[in-house]
């Protein structure tokens, strides 16, 4: 191959709506006839339905199961339908109907049985993935690019730790020069997923949440990739949560160690093993917006850029607390559904946890909201905001609160996420 390829990544934020397709293919055809490797996500929040489903079935809410089931089957239906001609729709209406008859042969067994094992678990959180494959590859097609897709089961090996697996690299790079590396070629697109994989004993894993920048990094790497385009629905990583105030920063540059810091504090668009991935093969990644890619981007890579105060707000999390024995209990269980431990506080009579889990509820959960966390490169910058928490802890409006000098990290509750959060920026914009 003399030609390094191009590999793109676009996830659940871009693929949630017809105009991110076209986005997508937008994208594309800007490169320069250079071989492509695209790596997708599930439309957005299939997997969260999908695990939702999972847990209904657990229940005995079998019905409810299907009725989740139901609902996303019509909206890839719904999507093929505004993006594709007859026969591509035809195909597509055919991948699903077999894909969710097996759907439902699992979630019925998981009713049966109640019992939701690892494994399943897996199995039901990977049609998401099936399902984008199909839809992406066959909406490419209609856009003229000549497409040829791989199931990423096929490139990834990793190990059984079912929810939170981990690549082998010598088998993924066996397989990757094996099944991928020979359909690199100048104006082909090479389509396949992130996320999920085959263990060793060929059965279905998945890498844990945000885990297909992971899929992408190593992919880049093993294919001899420099960089790794990630579109997203954000122009890059901002000081602030965009949504809740526009007026954030763009991080136009950070080094690898500074990306890992944000990561580990919750930001979505980086994934820590992805990072760590991408340092060790030096590959820099690009992080922009697929909807307006002339807004700017962030570019991580080996240099630096300069670090400024920064709150990272991570909704959709939960907050656990009981005693320390309680929580080693109860937090094997974050593995399983792919989640992270986020935060934990903790002293000698009791113990809280935040983590990432969208699979609710666990044992020993207090509520569902958001971590917001403040990084700054002086102590100064973050005890400033110290009384003003002191007032939101007092008004209910923060949960919990933990400061280590450098970083502090807030707990709030879901509809207090936008108030807290702007209080907390205000604060720290005026000082």
Known sequence: MAERPLVHKFGGAVLRSPEGFAAMAQRLHESDGQPLLVVISALGRVTRELEQAAADAERG???????????????????????????????????????AAQLQGYLEGIAITGELTPRTLDLVRSFGERWALALVAAFLRECGFPVVAVDATELLCTDARHGMARPLLEQTAQSVERSLRPLLRPGQVVLTQGFIARSLRGEITTMGQESSALTAVLLAALVGAEELQVWTD?????????????????LPALSYGQARRIAQAGLRLLYPAAIACAERWNIC????????????????????????????????????????AEMEAVLPLSSVDGSTVLARWEDPESCSVVVSSDIPPYARAVA????????????????CLLPLCGQLLSAGQLLRLWYTGEELRCF????????????????????
């Open 61 to 99: 809410e079998y019905g409810r199961a299907l009725e989740r089931l139901h609902h996303l089957v019509e909206q890839h239906q719904r999507y093929a339908a505004q993006l594709l001609g007859s026969q591509g729709q035809q195909h597509v209406a055919t991948i699903l109907d077999e894909t």
């Open 234 to 250: 954000v122009p890059g990583v901002r000081t602030c949560d965009p949504s809740v105030v526009p007026e954030a920063e763009l």
């Open 285 to 324: 990644l690009r992080i922009r917006s697929a909807f307006t890619p002339e807004a700017g981007e962030t570019v991580v890579s080996s240099v630096p850029g300069e670090l400024v105060p920064m709150i990272i707000g991570r909704e959709g999390v939960w907050l656990l607390a009981g005693t320390s």
């Open 368 to 383: 569902e909201g958001a971590l917001l966390t403040v990084l700054a490169a002086e102590q100064r910058q973050v005890a």
């Open 412 to 431: 709030v509750a879901a509809p207090t996420y936008e108030p807290a959060l702007r209080a907390l920026w205000g604060e720290l914009q005026r000082r």
